[in-house]
């Protein structure tokens, strides 16, 4: 590879071009459709476009999804062959799609007109995943440009539908067998906001959807009927409460140290206030610790369930997986991805360490696959909230920090 050094300023001299590049992406809306959206494929056009203005060579992966009116979810990967070993390859995986706005009353400006402020760009998914996908491209841009080529393959993806899955994405690529057990891989999908947090682990992540059937009747008359609202409300306080007495362990590696187990969703069940509920559904995302096994947690799940069923009154309780990943085994400290990536960004004067987080990543879905991942990203950990935003020089620093990585993975 050329000199780092002339690489960088490449970079430093294309921040505004990454800049304008980011704004026009994001006005593409992305949301992944199992979140009331349209999905990503106009923004994968935009990406395929940009890729074939700048002389760069993609492979195009539709995957069927009736949820979409394309009927396909599109994933886009680059690909460079190695120059001596050809047996192993280095992925840089960042995913397309967005969660969806949430509470529009809480962004300041319009997600889907992103705003350049005082050093940052707001808008819906600048961070999450946005700011790893326009640095990748350029990326892609300046091996391209450059014509660098690394000793082993190199491949860059662009995903599709992490937020609900990876089903129509990476779980796809992998069913199609486009990975080796010799590949390793950077998910650029978190981190910190100093870059020295390398992610090598994740918890269990499992998003349950709980049904709770009892017997609908007015408000006023409430022995005519079975109050599902009620029960469901008490049921999920009391799980809540028994899991995190139960499996309240810690670990130093995560952050935070623990599992956690939260009541988050919450499906309508009446559309009038004087009417007693016949059903009640509602959803918790329990995110685990390695230590405990998700089928340990739902046992007891299970065993404060029959606490309050009562088919005699007509009290019925069911649940069904929004998602389950059990968390795999922790991507091995001195992988070489590890170990080169903790390099690059230490030779940026940041001290990089290494950790686990609650899950939800690309990486635990590799890691299930026994290839080392590492997730890595500078930013300030605004995924799914009201006005998010990148921080420019972040998105500059990275790309810098990937470009030192290919060096040194390759030597």
């Not at 780092?4 to 980011?22: A, F």
């Not at 060579?57 to 460079?80: F, Q, S, T």
């Not at 840089?92 to 889907?112: A, E, M, R």
Request: proline share 6%; aromatic share 6%; charged share 25%.
């Amino acid at each position: 590879m050329k000199d780092l050094k002339l690489l960088h300023q490449l970079v430093e001299e294309r921040r505004e071009e990454m800049v304008e590049d980011m704004m026009a992406m994001s006005r593409i809306p992305a949301v992944n459709p199992r979140m009331n959206g349209e999905g990503e494929y106009r923004r994968m056009q935009w990406i395929e476009n940009w890729l074939t203005a700048h002389g760069i060579p993609c492979e195009v992966i539709d995957v069927p999804d009736d949820a979409v009116k394309e009927g396909v979810r599109r994933n886009l990967l680059v690909r460079y062959e190695g120059t001596k070993d050809t047996s192993r390859t280095l992925w840089i995986i960042s995913h397309v799609d967005t969660v969806n706005t949430g509470d529009l009353s809480l962004w300041n400006t319009d997600p889907f007109e992103p705003v350049q402020k005082d050093g940052r760009i707001y808008g819906l998914g600048v961070e999450d995943n946005s700011q790893s996908v326009i640095e990748s491209l350029h990326v892609c841009r300046i091996i391209q440009e450059e014509g660098i080529r690394t000793t082993c393959n190199l491949a860059i993806l662009f995903a599709s539908d992490e937020e609900t899955g990876s089903k129509y994405g990476l779980h796809a690529l992998l069913d199609q067998g486009r990975f080796s057990p010799q590949d390793e891989a950077i998910v650029p999908d978190g981190g910190s906001p100093d870059g020295a947090f390398v992610e090598i682990a994740e918890k269990s992540q499992v998003w349950l959807k709980i049904t709770v059937n009892g017997k609908q009747a007015h408000a006023s008359m409430p022995h005519l009927g079975v109050n599902a609202c009620s029960i469901g409300m008490h049921l999920g306080a009391a799980i809540e409460d028994r899991l995190k007495a139960k499996f309240g362990e810690a670990d130093p590696l995560f952050n935070p140290p623990t599992s956690t187990f939260e009541l988050t969703q919450k499906f309508a069940n009446v559309d009038s206030p004087n009417v007693m509920p016949g059903k009640d559904v509602f959803v918790m995302d329990l995110r685990i610790l390695p230590r405990y096994t998700v089928d340990e947690v739902m046992a007891e799940v299970d065993a404060v369930i029959q606490q309050y069923t009562d088919p005699a009154r007509g009290v019925t309780i069911s649940y069904e997986f929004i998602t389950r990943v059990d968390a795999p085994p922790a991507t091995p400290s001195d992988a070489p991805v590890v170990q080169r990536l903790v390099e690059a960004i230490r030779e940026s004067g940041v001290d990089a360490y290494f950790g686990g987080i609650g899950g939800g990543t690309c990486g635990a879905i590799l890691r299930a696959k026994n290839i080392p991942a590492v997730v890595w990203s500078t930013l300030d950990d605004l995924a799914h909230q009201p006005n998010e935003y990148v921080i420019i020089d972040n998105l500059v620093n990275d790309t810098k920090v990937y470009l030192s990585v290919l060096k040194k993975y390759c030597e």
